[in-house]
């Protein structure tokens, strides 16, 4: 089985820092503050689609300067790298043992996935990896179609984990199986309605399914 993680609040326990950081680029810019539960709504998009949905009335070249000032703090802020979610590590490692293939489609840049896979100690750990950056984001099934392709698997040998309602439009828009974490930026009860065939409460529950 070919199983594709999202990172940021599904394997990675960082929303609060994506929370902050975006906070702080939009002060940067004087924009009109947020609530974190606004903001939260948004983790899982590629960078400049967040940063659009957010503050609609920026133009391209706020929104590029918004990215820019986000990605400063961040990498400040990720000098103390936001850590693995419980179980995480121990759970990629039996899948490996058991002949799984494993890979991450996330909404972070390249960059920003390999800085903080370098800073885990994972670089070598996924079969592949898809960012937002070199690729649609999502919950457009480009990335998914992509690691498909690369991995050369059948869609249905093929299942998506991920926190957010992008992760499970995504691989329902892919015709892929999901499961859905109950610990990440969105609530269980907006993840239910794409039927993932399990909701998880530690990401090792997907070990049932292995």
């Known amino acids: 089985m070919f199983f594709i993680f999202d990172w ?9 820092n994506i929370v902050r950081c975006m906070h702080r680029a939009a002060s940067t810019h004087n924009l009109p503050a947020l609530d974190d539960a606004q903001v939260q709504n948004i983790i899982g998009l590629g960078l400049p689609e967040a940063i659009q949905a957010l503050y609609p009335e920026l133009e ?9 000032a986000y990605a400063e703090h ?13 179980n995480a590590e121990l759970t990629l490692e039996r899948l490996l043992n058991n002949g799984h293939q494993i890979a991450v489609a996330t909404g972070k840049s390249r960059a ?16 592949a990896t898809r960012c937002s950056d070199e690729t649609a984001s999502k919950p457009h099934p480009l ?12 869609t249905e040998e093929a299942i998506m984990i991920g926190d957010t309602e992008f992760d499970m ?3 329902r828009r892919a015709d892929m199986p999901r499961i859905a974490v109950d610990y990440g930026a969105h609530h269980i009860s907006r993840l239910k309605p794409y039927e993932p065939i399990l909701c998880a409460s530690d990401i090792s529950d997907i070990l049932a399914l292995a």
């Open 74 to 86: 961040f990498v400040s802020a990720d000098s103390q790298p936001s850590t693995m979610f419980s």
């Open 143 to 154: 990335m998914l179609h992509e690691l498909l392709a690369e991995m050369k698997v059948p």
């Open 8 to 16: 940021d609040g599904t394997l990675c326990d960082s929303t609060a």
């Open 169 to 171: 439009e995504m691989a």
């Open 60 to 68: 391209p070249q706020g929104v590029e300067s918004m990215r820019a």
């Open 112 to 127: 920003g996935l390999d800085r903080v896979l370098a800073s885990v100690g994972m670089l070598d750990v996924f079969h």
